[in-house]
């Protein structure tokens, strides 16, 4: 629907190519909707908006009224209205009248029509008035359910509970499904990526990781563990019957407009399973070259590297910092019939159309370095390989390069110059490395400034000591004071900090003397991470503490 609201106000002149552009690209900083960016930075009115997308759509649309008759809010279940954002309007002559964000969604219509037994007519709102009336006619929140949960209510039953058919019977008791059903709605409205349920000797702790940052979440009653537990493994199609050995699986989704693939891990702890759920939001993933937060003159640099016919493109960071995104907005930026780009993956967190993914599978001999083997003989012009672990991928990745393949992977490392030196480590030859890498993009997230409550600030003289910054003056220093849309966080949304490092004929050179990283680094003369971060602050975009929480391992 995003891309249809997008297209329709392009054809139709209201919105620039330009503006849809900086909208795509904020909106994946704040975390908003599309409409909700081009509706806050004034591109389109409301009333506007929702005529045009009626008359493309061949739909109505209305104001929510003050108050809606409750036999008509009771024809559709709260987890249904949740997951698909719809809100019963009225009843009339046997039409039930419902608001959506998304008409296009026939599917969503026609299961109304089942679970009511009446025609259904589909109508455009004003997003903010369904989202607050389907919270206040249908809604609870994980903490007042746990409140009331909390009170009262037979623990000893579910408590002793060990038998699987037990814990099966009470995995559908309406209540846990409820409950869990919320934890991963709620998850999913407050731009969560992860969602973990922790069993320790006295409590149950749910935590969501939001922006890069772990929020504990009101604990629910501990003797709901087992239950809770169990009803996320039957979604997930795991084993309940097993509890001692670590299960992975997965559950799909869709909340609105939205299709959600949640991979789940388990793995057993001294008091019970530890249960991580990693929500992966199709919608949101794909973004391009130009929506990743680079600073225009990175982005030349980069783009450039990607027109290249052959040669390694590694891209380094820890856990969570994004790699992904990039090589995935790579691939959709070279993207084109005349080339065949093959993906070696662990897992395929993303489908990616008109490329061909294959997902490792080390129990059937599927690894990266056979899979890698076997695509070189189906004859690509570009290959992504998910991460070089190992010597024998790395060897025959850099080949690959060097027989006129495009390849590219990623690399845990700290910056772009110990990428290099990490696969001299692993044992690459210094002249095979010199002639195969094309560049290193090294990457950070931080959290950037809440749009909805920034507010200047002078940091600490200690934070400015730090950064080695003498002209305070010439910085417009932000920070957000703390309000309901970031939870008094201060921060929603992240944003990209990036060291690029483009191999030259001096640096080839001096690879083949197997050099330090710092003597890479040195030679490259590239903006390092914390110096990229130094110019977000600049622009207010994120703050001095941020830049050096995620760099401060790169200046040690």
């Known amino acids: 629907m995003e891309l249809l609201i997008g297209d329709i106000l392009l054809q139709n002149g209201v919105i620039t190519e330009e503006q849809l552009l900086t909208a795509r690209s904020a909106k994946d900083e704040t975390g908003e909707t599309l409409d909700e960016v081009l509706l806050r930075q004034g591109a389109v009115k409301e009333k506007q908006l929702l005529d045009i997308l009626s008359d493309a759509l061949g739909t109505r649309w209305v104001h929510i009224p003050e108050r809606i008759d409750p036999q008509v809010t009771s024809l559709v279940p709260a987890e249904f209205a949740f997951r698909h954002v719809v809100l019963p309007v009225s009843r009339e002559n046997g039409v039930l009248t419902v608001a959506t964000l998304d008409p296009t969604q026939l599917h969503v219509s026609d299961d109304l029509k089942m679970l009511t037994g009446l025609d259904v007519e589909m109508v455009l709102a004003p997003r903010k008035e369904i989202l607050e009336n389907v919270e206040t006619y249908f809604g609870t929140t994980v903490e007042k359910m746990i409140a009331d949960l909390s009170v009262g209510g037979d623990s000893s039953k579910m408590a002793e ?325 970031c939870h008094g966080a201060g921060y929603r949304g992240r944003s990209g900090l990036f060291e690029l490092l483009v191999l030259t004929d001096d640096i080839r050179d001096l690879i083949l003397t197997r050099p330090s990283t710092n003597q890479i680094a040195n030679a490259a003369h590239a903006m390092s991470l914390r110096e990229y971060g130094l110019e977000k602050v600049r622009h207010g975009v994120t703050t001095l503490e941020e830049v050096v929480r995620v760099t401060v391992d790169d200046e040690i």
């Open 161 to 485: 509970v060990t038998e699987v058919t037990d814990l099966r019977d009470l995995a559908r008791e309406p209540t846990v499904i409820n409950l869990v059903n919320l934890i991963i709605f709620q998850a999913v409205q407050e731009r969560a990526s992860d969602i973990h349920i922790e069993p320790f000797e006295n409590t149950l702790k749910v935590r969501y990781r939001i922006d890069g940052m772990l929020r504990e979440m009101p604990p629910p009653p501990k003797h709901l563990q087992a239950a809770v537990i169990s009803r996320v493994k039957i979604m997930a199609e795991m084993d309940i019957a097993e509890r001692f050995t670590p299960q992975d699986g997965h559950i799909r989704l869709r909340m609105g407009d939205r299709e959600l693939d949640l991979r789940v891990s388990t793995v057993p702890t001294v008091f019970g399973e530890s249960v991580v759920m990693r929500i992966l939001d199709k919608t949101s993933i794909l973004l391009g070259v130009n929506e990743l937060g680079l600073f225009e003159e990175t982005e030349r640099k980069f783009t450039r590297l990607l027109h290249r016919s052959h040669g390694i493109i590694l891209v380094t960071g820890p856990t969570g910092s994004g790699k992904t995104t990039t090589l995935y907005a790579a691939l959709n930026y070279i993207k084109s019939p005349a080339l065949k780009i093959i993906t070696i993956e662990e897992p395929v967190e993303y489908n990616l159309e008109g490329i061909n993914q294959i997902q490792v599978n080390p129990k059937r001999g599927l690894t990266f370095a056979n899979g890698l083997r076997s695509i070189v003989r189906q004859d690509p012009d570009v290959i992504m390989v998910g991460e070089i672990r190992d010597p024998e991928t790395a060897e025959i990745s850099i080949r690959s390069a060097l027989t006129g393949h495009l390849v590219f992977s990623t690399l845990h490392t700290n910056n772009a110059a110990g990428a290099i030196t990490r696969l001299l480590d692993m044992g690459v030859d210094a002249y095979l490395l010199s002639s195969s890498i094309s560049g290193v993009l090294a990457q950070r997230l931080v959290r950037v400034v809440c749009p909805n409550c920034r507010e200047p600030y002078r940091p600490q003289e200690e934070m400015l000591a730090i950064c080695g910054i003498t002209d305070p003056e010439k910085y417009s220093f932000m920070h957000g004071a703390g309000c309901e849309e």
